[in-house]
C-alpha cells in the first residue's frame, strides 16, 4: 500500500506572496492618499476650512450645530438628547465641566455682543437645575467653538505638513516557506506465534501512515505529521513626505 502525500508549498507561496504585496502596495496608497488629502485641506483659506468643517449652507451649519450639541453638549450635562430644549437646565455638579468645556470661546449674545462662557450661564430658581443657558447662546457658543477648533486643526495639520510628514518606505525582505515533516513509532506487544508454527518473514513496511505488523513478538506503528510554515521579513526605513510650502497669502 502506497500512501499520497500532497505538498501544496506552490499554493502558500503564491498567497504569501500575494498577500504580502497586496499590504506593501495598499499602505503606500494609504500613505500617498491621507497626505493628499491634507495637503489640499491646507492649501484652502482658513475660511474656506471652516466653511467646510460648519457647512457651506445656512442649514448645514445649523444641522452641524446641532448635532454637536446632541452628541457632545446634552450628555456632557446628563441631559436627553432626542432634543434640545430652550432654555438648557442643568445641575450644579455639570456646570464645571460646561464651563471647562467651551473655556476662552468668544461667543455673540442674542445682542450681538462678544461674551464668554461664563457670561452666557445664567442662574435659575430651580433647586434641582440652578444653571441654565439660552438655546440660542448655546448655539452661538458651539458655532464659535467648531470654527476655533477648526483653525486649531487648520494650524497644526499646516506646521506638521511644512515640517515634512513622516513615512514609511519598504526597501526589501524576504518570503519564505517550508516543510517540517515528523515520523515517530511506537511498539506494542502482539501474541507470540503458536508452538511448531514458523513466523513468516516481515512484511517490509510500504509508507508513512501506514500500520505494519509483524509476527514474531511485537507490532510496530508508524505515525506522521507534517507542518507547512511561512515566515515573511520586510526591511523598510523612515522617511518624510517633501515639506509643504507655505500657502500664498495673496
Request: proline share 8%; aromatic share 6%.
Amino acid at each position: 500500500m502506497t500512501t499520497n502525500l500532497e505538498f501544496p508549498l506552490a499554493d502558500l507561496t503564491t498567497t504569501l506572496v500575494r498577500d504580502v504585496f497586496r499590504s506593501i502596495t495598499d499602505s503606500a496608497m494609504e500613505q500617498a492618499e491621507a497626505y493628499a488629502d491634507l495637503a489640499a485641506e491646507v492649501g484652502m483659506p482658513l475660511e474656506a476650512y471652516q466653511e467646510k468643517i460648519l457647512g457651506l449652507t445656512d442649514a448645514e451649519k445649523q444641522t452641524t450645530v446641532e448635532t454637536y450639541i446632541r452628541t457632545v453638549v446634552l450628555p456632557l450635562l446628563v441631559l436627553p438628547t432626542a432634543e434640545i430644549p430652550d432654555p438648557v437646565y442643568f445641575a450644579e455638579s455639570r456646570r464645571e465641566a460646561f464651563l471647562a468645556h467651551f473655556h476662552r470661546v468668544v461667543a455673540k449674545d442674542v445682542a450681538g455682543a462678544p461674551r464668554l462662557v461664563s457670561e452666557l450661564v445664567e442662574p435659575s430658581q430651580s433647586a434641582v437645575f440652578p444653571w441654565f443657558v439660552q438655546k440660542a447662546n448655546l448655539l452661538s457658543l458651539v458655532t464659535a467653538k467648531t470654527r476655533r477648533d477648526a483653525a486649531l486643526t487648520h494650524a497644526r495639520v499646516t506646521a506638521l505638513l511644512r515640517a515634512g510628514l513622516p513615512n514609511i518606505v519598504v526597501t526589501g525582505g524576504q518570503i519564505c516557506t517550508k516543510v517540517t515533516m515528523t515520523i515517530s513509532q511506537s511498539e506494542v506487544s502482539s501474541p507470540s506465534p503458536a508452538p511448531g508454527t514458523t513466523a513468516p518473514s516481515p512484511k517490509p513496511a510500504s509508507s508513512l501512515g501506514v500500520r505494519v505488523r509483524v509476527a514474531n513478538e511485537r507490532s510496530i506503528a508508524a505515525s506522521k505529521s507534517m507542518e507547512l510554515v511561512g515566515s515573511v521579513r520586510i526591511d523598510f526605513r523612515a522617511g518624510t513626505f517633501p515639506p509643504l510650502a507655505p500657502a500664498s497669502t495673496k
